[in-house]
T-cell receptor
Framework: GQNIDQPTEMTATEGAIVQINCTYQTSGFNGLFWYQQHAGEAPTFLSYNVLDGLEEKGRFSSFLSRSKGYSYLLLKELQMKDSASYLCAVFDSNYQLIWGAGTKLIIKP | DAMVIQNPRYQVTQFGKPVTLSCSQTLNHNVMYWYQQKSSQAPKLLFHYYDKDFNNEADTPDNFQSRRPNTSFCFLDIRSPGLGDAAMYLC?????????????FGPGTRLTVL
């Protein structure tokens, strides 16, 4: 079966750095997405990785290792507004987007 | 500015009373998706349209139907809502179905079934 695993919840302090991990087992791989979703709102696109390595975009970076079936989202200089759920999603060989259940990130002052 | 619009944002219906949710897009994307998302769960794909070609997920109940009368609009019809259908319904679009094609989401419609 297809599976995406990410921690259910994480807590971090304002101004700090947090890394949210995602491991996946899918039938094929055509890219990995990270989305941010605030409570009661729709997911918004953060990043896309299809090749191994680190993609940096401002305070957010996303890393992919296809051989390990592993990705992480790194958030730096955390702000209170970063409190949200972060969803990892993988395009499988049929271009179906397989979603993780999301990691709820709580930022404390 | 809004690219994917969903109406209404909040919908209340009675058990068994048909309801229609609407989605429109200004991106001229080929693909439109409907997802169901329950609290603290991953979005669950119900179906998608690739242009006029309808693609139903195998485990989507028959109670859920969709229409796409033109490129811009897509509707989700729930014929006889049950209590278990209370959820956030998300519409998304993408230019194509390739791996690089990001899905852009509307704000969602939160459905309550009384």
């Amino acid at each position: 079966g297809q599976n995406i695993d990410q921690p259910t919840e994480m807590t971090a302090t304002e101004g700090a750095i947090v890394q949210i991990n995602c491991t996946y087992q899918t039938s094929g791989f055509n890219g990995l997405f990270w989305y941010q979703q605030h409570a009661g709102e729709a997911p918004t696109f953060l990043s896309y990785n299809v090749l191994d390595g680190l993609e940096e975009k401002g305070r957010f970076s996303s890393f992919l290792s296809r051989s390990k079936g592993y990705s992480y989202l790194l958030l730096k200089e955390l702000q209170m507004k970063d409190s949200a759920s972060y969803l990892c999603a993988v395009f499988d060989s049929n271009y179906q987007l397989i979603w993780g259940a999301g990691t709820k990130l709580i930022i404390k002052p | 500015d809004a690219m994917v619009i969903q109406n209404p944002r909040y919908q209340v219906t009675q058990f068994g009373k048909p309801v229609t949710l609407s989605c429109s897009q200004t991106l001229n994307h080929n693909v439109m998706y409907w997802y169901q998302q329950k609290s603290s769960q991953a979005p669950k794909l119900l179906f998608h349209y690739y242009d006029k070609d309808f693609n139903n997920e195998a485990d989507t109940p028959d109670n859920f139907q969709s229409r796409r009368p033109n490129t811009s609009f897509c509707f989700l019809d729930i014929r006889s809502p049950g209590l278990g259908d209370a959820a956030m319904y998300l519409c998304a679009t993408s230019r194509d179905r390739q791996g690089t094609d990001t899905q852009y989401f509307g704000p969602g419609t939160r459905l309550t079934v009384l």
